[in-house]
Protein backbone atom coordinates (compact mmCIF):
# COMPACT_ATOMS: atom_id res chain seq x y z
CA UNK A 1 0.00 0.00 0.00
CA UNK A 2 1.36 3.54 -0.61
CA UNK A 3 -0.06 7.05 -0.16
CA UNK A 4 -0.13 9.13 -3.14
CA UNK A 5 0.09 12.82 -3.49
CA UNK A 6 -1.20 14.96 -6.22
CA UNK A 7 0.09 18.70 -5.70
CA UNK A 8 -2.70 20.68 -7.59
CA UNK A 9 -2.35 24.61 -8.70
CA UNK A 10 -6.01 26.12 -8.47
CA UNK A 11 -7.30 29.70 -8.66
CA UNK A 12 -10.74 30.72 -7.96
CA UNK A 13 -13.24 32.68 -10.07
CA UNK A 14 -13.84 35.03 -7.62
CA UNK A 15 -12.86 35.65 -3.57
CA UNK A 16 -14.21 32.80 -1.43
CA UNK A 17 -14.81 32.38 2.03
CA UNK A 18 -12.21 30.32 3.75
CA UNK A 19 -14.91 28.19 5.63
CA UNK A 20 -16.52 27.76 1.73
CA UNK A 21 -13.35 26.56 0.30
CA UNK A 22 -13.29 23.28 1.10
CA UNK A 23 -16.81 22.75 -0.49
CA UNK A 24 -15.49 24.91 -4.08
CA UNK A 25 -12.58 22.26 -3.82
CA UNK A 26 -15.25 19.57 -3.58
CA UNK A 27 -17.25 20.44 -6.22
CA UNK A 28 -14.26 20.87 -8.66
CA UNK A 29 -12.92 16.94 -7.48
CA UNK A 30 -16.91 15.93 -8.17
CA UNK A 31 -17.11 17.40 -11.52
CA UNK A 32 -13.89 16.08 -12.77
CA UNK A 33 -14.65 12.08 -11.31
CA UNK A 34 -18.02 12.76 -13.76
CA UNK A 35 -16.07 13.27 -16.49
CA UNK A 36 -16.19 9.03 -16.99
CA UNK A 37 -19.04 6.79 -16.32
CA UNK A 38 -17.15 4.47 -13.58
CA UNK A 39 -16.06 7.75 -11.39
CA UNK A 40 -19.35 9.08 -11.31
CA UNK A 41 -20.87 6.08 -10.50
CA UNK A 42 -17.53 6.10 -7.69
CA UNK A 43 -18.69 9.83 -6.36
CA UNK A 44 -22.22 8.84 -6.04
CA UNK A 45 -22.05 5.48 -4.01
CA UNK A 46 -22.33 5.42 -0.72
CA UNK A 47 -18.48 3.59 0.03
CA UNK A 48 -15.79 5.14 1.32
CA UNK A 49 -13.66 7.74 -1.37
CA UNK A 50 -10.55 6.84 0.23
CA UNK A 51 -8.99 10.38 -0.69
CA UNK A 52 -9.20 13.75 0.72
CA UNK A 53 -7.18 17.25 0.74
CA UNK A 54 -6.10 19.95 2.56
CA UNK A 55 -7.50 23.66 2.31
CA UNK A 56 -5.84 25.61 -0.56
CA UNK A 57 -1.99 27.48 0.84
CA UNK A 58 -0.68 29.74 1.10
CA UNK A 59 -3.55 30.51 3.56
CA UNK A 60 -4.47 33.73 3.54
CA UNK A 61 -4.55 36.05 6.91
CA UNK A 62 -7.75 37.51 5.97
CA UNK A 63 -9.32 34.25 5.76
CA UNK A 64 -10.43 34.92 2.05
CA UNK A 65 -9.01 33.09 -0.65
CA UNK A 66 -8.49 36.11 -3.94
CA UNK A 67 -9.96 35.66 -7.34
CA UNK A 68 -7.89 34.41 -9.84
CA UNK A 69 -4.48 33.99 -7.45
CA UNK A 70 -3.04 30.49 -7.56
CA UNK A 71 -3.14 28.39 -4.60
CA UNK A 72 -1.97 24.65 -4.14
CA UNK A 73 -4.26 21.92 -2.88
CA UNK A 74 -3.00 18.43 -1.94
CA UNK A 75 -5.31 15.76 -2.36
CA UNK A 76 -3.98 11.92 -1.01
CA UNK A 77 -5.46 8.70 -1.69
CA UNK A 78 -4.46 4.85 -1.42
CA UNK A 79 -5.91 4.58 -4.63
CA UNK A 80 -3.05 4.39 -7.34
CA UNK A 81 -5.37 4.28 -10.20
CA UNK A 82 -7.39 7.44 -8.99
CA UNK A 83 -4.46 9.38 -8.12
CA UNK A 84 -3.57 8.86 -11.95
CA UNK A 85 -6.80 10.01 -12.86
CA UNK A 86 -6.18 13.19 -11.19
CA UNK A 87 -2.83 13.26 -12.80
CA UNK A 88 -4.31 13.34 -16.07
CA UNK A 89 -8.16 14.94 -15.47
CA UNK A 90 -7.16 17.81 -13.00
CA UNK A 91 -3.96 19.76 -14.44
CA UNK A 92 -6.61 22.10 -16.38
CA UNK A 93 -9.70 21.28 -15.43
CA UNK A 94 -12.31 23.38 -14.36
CA UNK A 95 -15.68 23.45 -12.30
CA UNK A 96 -17.40 24.65 -9.49
CA UNK A 97 -15.60 28.06 -9.62
CA UNK A 98 -12.40 26.94 -9.94
CA UNK A 99 -9.35 26.10 -12.48
CA UNK A 100 -7.05 23.70 -12.59
CA UNK A 101 -3.29 25.23 -13.46
CA UNK A 102 -1.14 21.59 -13.59
CA UNK A 103 0.52 19.75 -10.84
CA UNK A 104 2.67 17.02 -9.50
CA UNK A 105 2.30 13.74 -8.49
CA UNK A 106 4.63 12.21 -5.24
CA UNK A 107 4.92 8.80 -3.12
CA UNK A 108 4.52 10.03 0.62
CA UNK A 109 7.46 7.85 2.12
CA UNK A 110 6.91 5.28 4.57
CA UNK A 111 8.57 6.27 7.64
CA UNK A 112 8.10 5.78 11.13
CA UNK A 113 5.24 8.79 11.90
CA UNK A 114 6.30 10.49 14.96
CA UNK A 115 3.32 12.77 15.05
CA UNK A 116 0.32 13.23 12.89
CA UNK A 117 -2.03 16.02 13.39
CA UNK A 118 -4.99 17.57 11.51
CA UNK A 119 -4.82 20.19 8.89
CA UNK A 120 -8.38 20.91 8.17
CA UNK A 121 -11.63 19.80 11.18
CA UNK A 122 -12.03 16.29 11.56
CA UNK A 123 -15.71 15.63 11.73
CA UNK A 124 -17.50 12.66 13.64
CA UNK A 125 -21.09 12.85 13.22
CA UNK A 126 -23.90 11.81 15.46
CA UNK A 127 -27.38 11.30 15.22
CA UNK A 128 -27.97 13.95 17.40
CA UNK A 129 -25.64 16.27 15.90
CA UNK A 130 -22.01 17.59 17.48
CA UNK A 131 -20.34 15.00 19.20
CA UNK A 132 -20.08 16.80 22.41
CA UNK A 133 -23.05 17.04 23.53
CA UNK A 134 -23.50 13.72 22.98
CA UNK A 135 -20.89 11.33 23.94
CA UNK A 136 -18.05 11.21 26.17
CA UNK A 137 -14.13 11.46 25.55
CA UNK A 138 -13.50 7.96 25.79
CA UNK A 139 -16.90 6.89 23.09
CA UNK A 140 -14.97 9.59 20.83
CA UNK A 141 -11.80 8.37 21.09
CA UNK A 142 -13.24 5.30 20.42
CA UNK A 143 -15.26 5.94 17.54
CA UNK A 144 -12.45 6.92 15.87
CA UNK A 145 -10.48 4.30 16.03
CA UNK A 146 -13.12 2.11 14.98
CA UNK A 147 -13.68 4.00 11.75
CA UNK A 148 -9.75 4.32 10.90
CA UNK A 149 -9.70 0.43 10.86
CA UNK A 150 -13.17 -0.31 9.46
CA UNK A 151 -11.83 1.47 6.67
CA UNK A 152 -8.48 -0.05 6.43
CA UNK A 153 -10.11 -3.47 6.67
CA UNK A 154 -12.41 -2.50 3.35
CA UNK A 155 -9.95 -1.56 1.53
CA UNK A 156 -6.93 -4.56 2.54
CA UNK A 157 -9.62 -7.11 2.65
CA UNK A 158 -7.42 -7.41 5.70
CA UNK A 159 -9.31 -8.36 9.76
CA UNK A 160 -6.47 -6.08 11.51
CA UNK A 161 -7.61 -6.92 15.10
CA UNK A 162 -8.32 -3.60 16.98
CA UNK A 163 -6.62 -4.72 20.32
CA UNK A 164 -3.23 -2.54 19.71
CA UNK A 165 -2.60 1.21 21.16
CA UNK A 166 -3.16 3.82 18.02
CA UNK A 167 -1.40 6.32 19.94
CA UNK A 168 0.14 7.21 23.33
CA UNK A 169 -1.40 11.09 23.11
CA UNK A 170 -4.07 12.71 21.80
CA UNK A 171 -4.61 16.31 21.63
CA UNK A 172 -7.80 18.78 20.75
CA UNK A 173 -5.98 21.76 19.82
CA UNK A 174 -9.21 24.20 18.96
CA UNK A 175 -11.13 25.89 21.78
CA UNK A 176 -14.29 26.06 19.90
CA UNK A 177 -15.31 23.76 17.29
CA UNK A 178 -13.70 24.45 14.18
CA UNK A 179 -16.82 25.52 10.94
CA UNK A 180 -16.82 23.77 7.35
CA UNK A 181 -19.82 24.34 5.43
CA UNK A 182 -21.25 21.73 2.89
CA UNK A 183 -24.56 21.80 1.22
CA UNK A 184 -25.77 24.59 2.78
CA UNK A 185 -25.12 23.36 6.39
CA UNK A 186 -22.15 24.04 8.85
CA UNK A 187 -20.55 20.74 9.80
CA UNK A 188 -18.53 21.62 13.15
CA UNK A 189 -15.28 19.66 13.88
CA UNK A 190 -11.79 19.18 15.74
CA UNK A 191 -8.25 20.15 14.81
CA UNK A 192 -6.30 17.06 16.67
CA UNK A 193 -2.79 16.24 17.40
CA UNK A 194 -1.76 12.85 18.22
CA UNK A 195 1.18 11.30 18.86
CA UNK A 196 1.45 7.88 17.22
CA UNK A 197 2.68 4.60 19.30
CA UNK A 198 5.29 3.01 17.45
CA UNK A 199 4.06 -0.42 17.57
CA UNK A 200 3.77 -1.89 13.58
CA UNK A 201 -0.24 -1.88 13.61
CA UNK A 202 -0.34 1.54 14.51
CA UNK A 203 2.08 2.94 11.99
CA UNK A 204 0.45 0.88 8.96
CA UNK A 205 -2.90 2.74 9.95
CA UNK A 206 -1.82 6.06 10.66
CA UNK A 207 0.49 5.77 6.80
CA UNK A 208 -3.27 4.78 5.36
CA UNK A 209 -5.02 7.83 7.16
CA UNK A 210 -2.53 9.75 5.55
CA UNK A 211 -4.28 9.36 2.18
CA UNK A 212 -8.02 8.66 3.34
CA UNK A 213 -7.78 10.88 5.93
CA UNK A 214 -9.41 10.54 9.81
CA UNK A 215 -12.88 10.28 11.08
CA UNK A 216 -16.15 11.38 8.15
CA UNK A 217 -16.70 13.68 5.27
CA UNK A 218 -12.94 13.47 4.25
CA UNK A 219 -13.60 13.72 0.75
CA UNK A 220 -15.57 16.68 1.39
CA UNK A 221 -12.26 18.32 2.70
CA UNK A 222 -12.52 17.12 6.34
CA UNK A 223 -9.84 14.80 8.31
CA UNK A 224 -6.58 15.86 5.92
CA UNK A 225 -3.38 14.73 8.51
CA UNK A 226 -0.13 16.28 8.10
CA UNK A 227 2.85 14.35 10.02
CA UNK A 228 6.28 14.51 11.27
CA UNK A 229 8.75 11.14 11.09
CA UNK A 230 10.69 10.41 13.78
Avoid at 7 to 24: D, P, T
Wanted: aromatic content about 16%; some cysteine; charged content about 25%.
Amino acid sequence: MLVFEYQCRISFGKNILYESAAEKIAGFIDSALALKPEYLEFHQSKEYKYYCFDLPYPFEKGKVYEEKKVYTVRIRTVKQELAEYFLMKLPYHSGSGVYGHGGELKIIPRKILETVYSLTPVVLKTEQGYWRNNMTMQEYERRLKENLVKKYNQFTGNRLDEDFQLYELMEIRNQKPVKIYYKGITLLGEKLSFVTAKNASAQEIWYFALGTGIAENNSRGCGFLNYRYL
